[in-house]
């Protein structure tokens, strides 16, 4: 048995019902959820903002399966043209472990996710469901916030509420 975290975000359409849709959809395998943060665009600032969670699931799956299948109930768009365009639904798996962390260089599924480190958006959500979390090959989540470029990032991921409805 598995477990994956998967960070959640949308940006289009009633984001907080989506998110609730997809913890929703999981709560037979999920283990913990973050609150609801709301975030600016990353990558792509001509955009509404988002709104994202990280969820903790456990279970026999192929969670890139399960992301792209929730993707596309929420009627995801992929824009060749606008890699960090908006969306209804963004599902990324960021960590799986097996039970060890799996490490992967598959174009299709690398991981860890290779921007965790990166992304604030996940990072934060991320640490309040596991405060030991280590993101391998980067150190400890909460030192990764502790860095100058993130730590300016964390202070712009602004918690909204729950999943819970």
């Known amino acids: 048995m598995s477990r994956a975290l998967l960070s959640v975000g949308s940006n289009l359409g009633d984001r907080l019902a989506t998110l609730r849709a997809v913890a929703g959809a999981l709560s037979p395998v999920l283990l913990r959820s973050s609150s ?12 509404p ?6 969820l903790l699931v456990e279970g026999e799956a192929d969670w890139l399966v ?11 768009v ?6 960090y365009g908006p969306r209804t639904l963004d599902v990324d798996v960021i960590m799986v472990w097996d039970p060890d962390p799996v490490l992967s260089a598959d174009p299709e599924l690398t991981l860890p996710h290779p921007r965790a480190h990166l992304r604030a958006f996940v990072l934060v959500p991320w ?4 405060p030991g979390a280590e993101l391998p090959g980067h150190g400890t989540v909460a ?13 712009g991921v602004l918690r909204i509420g729950t999943l819970k409805a």
């Open 36 to 47: 609801v943060y709301e975030t600016e665009p990353w990558g792509d600032a001509g955009q």
């Open 127 to 130: 640490l309040e469901i596991d």
């Open 49 to 54: 903002g988002y709104l994202n969670a990280a």
């Open 66 to 76: 399960v992301a792209r299948q929730l993707e596309s109930d929420a009627r995801r």
């Open 78 to 83: 992929r824009d060749p043209e606008r890699q």
């Open 143 to 155: 030192a990764l916030l502790d860095t100058p470029a993130l730590a300016a990032d964390a202070r």
